[in-house]
């Protein structure tokens, strides 16, 4: 792996993942317009109250890109009324980049609008509408459907639940299944401003990764010694084996943390994540190696396009792309997939393997997506 730039400022550990960026609540209850029973003459009456609970069975959901996924969201009251009682349903949302623990007044006010319901009626909004409906599967079910989802949509949901003056939510996660993988400027380490950083995932088909993503990749054994910026501002790395140049060799395995910092004038790598893709990332066997221009024609005469790395780090991880032959990638890097380590394939594991960002002259194979 690449050497290390500086030591960081703090150790996420591994036993910090449950309180980093989640706090959820799984049942809340408010009590409703009472009933009046009856008085008994000196000027006291009594109430029979009514309890609206709201409760979802799971703080977090996952699911892959393109797919469709629900956020699950049920209400009921205790005890029963008597009559049906006119309820309002709100989902809204906060993008994974501004989650933060405890969930605060000003993050509050930037949840977006996804939709409201009231009966039969409802509306969708932003770039959710037409994509989002309840699924209403049995009374005081309110989960929330949501259809082709997009790279973005990750992030926390709130279910309220509107009753007269009284409403009550919960809160669920939803995570995309994906792979993150560090990106670095051709021109060489520590070059990306946090915009430009942004901007180079997306030129990768893929998002810059939040940090739980992160704390996932480095639970599932990811290592990388050059710090990177992600989706809340803040620069972090990977490190799963403690050495010198990367924090320490007397520091623990975790996440090197060097806290936020200034989005235009400071410089460092990035680290994306990319979901699942629709199409196939495939090597393209072709009689002779190419330069990188003679790569992309051969992918458009194949009906194709050059993939890019997001593509490739999908195909890898997803759908368990093998390849023990490097070829050029759309960024001018040159690289190669391994899910099943073994001699001259490169390192004792899996992963994507990188030669770097060699002159476009020289000759290789290439990867295509279509």
Known sequence: ?????????????????????????????????????????????????????????????????????????????????????????????????????????????????????????????????????????????????????????????????????????????????????????????????????????????????????????WDEGLDWCNAGWLADGTVQYPITAPRDGCGGDDLAPGLRNYGQRHRLLHHYDAFCFSASVKGTVYFLKHHTKLNFTEAVQACASDGSQIAKVGQMYAAWRLMGLDRCDAGWLADGSVRYPITKARANCGPPKPGVRSFGFPPLSLKFAVYCYR
């Open 1 to 217: 792996m690449p050497a290390g730039r500086g030591r960081g400022r703090k150790l996420q550990a591994p036993q910090q993942r449950a309180q980093a960026g989640r706090i959820h609540s799984w049942k809340t209850t408010a009590i409703l317009d009472p009933d009046i029973s009856h008085g008994n003459g000196n000027g006291e009456i009594y109430f029979n109250g009514v309890r609206l609970l709201v409760e979802s069975p799971e703080i977090s959901v996952s699911a892959s890109r393109g797919s469709s996924v629900t956020l699950p969201c049920h209400f009921h009251y205790e005890p029963e009324p008597s009559a049906p009682r006119r309820t309002r349903v709100k989902w809204s949302w906060l993008p994974a980049n501004t989650v933060s623990a405890p969930v605060s007044l000003q993050a509050l006010a930037m949840e977006t609008e996804v939709m409201v319901a009231m009966g039969n009626r409802h509306r969708s909004y932003g770039s959710f509408k037409g994509r989002v409906r309840l699924r209403r599967s049995a009374p005081g079910d309110m989960s929330l459907v949501i259809n082709g989802l997009q790279l973005n949509d990750t992030g926390r949901y709130r279910c309220e639940v509107i009753d007269g003056l009284e409403d009550e939510s919960v809160t669920v996660d939803l995570e995309m299944r994906g792979v993150v993988f560090p990106c670095f400027s051709q021109k060489g380490r520590y070059l990306f401003n946090f915009f430009e950083a942004k901007q180079a995932c997306k030129d990768q088909e893929a998002t810059l990764a939040t940090f739980e993503q992160l704390f996932t990749a």
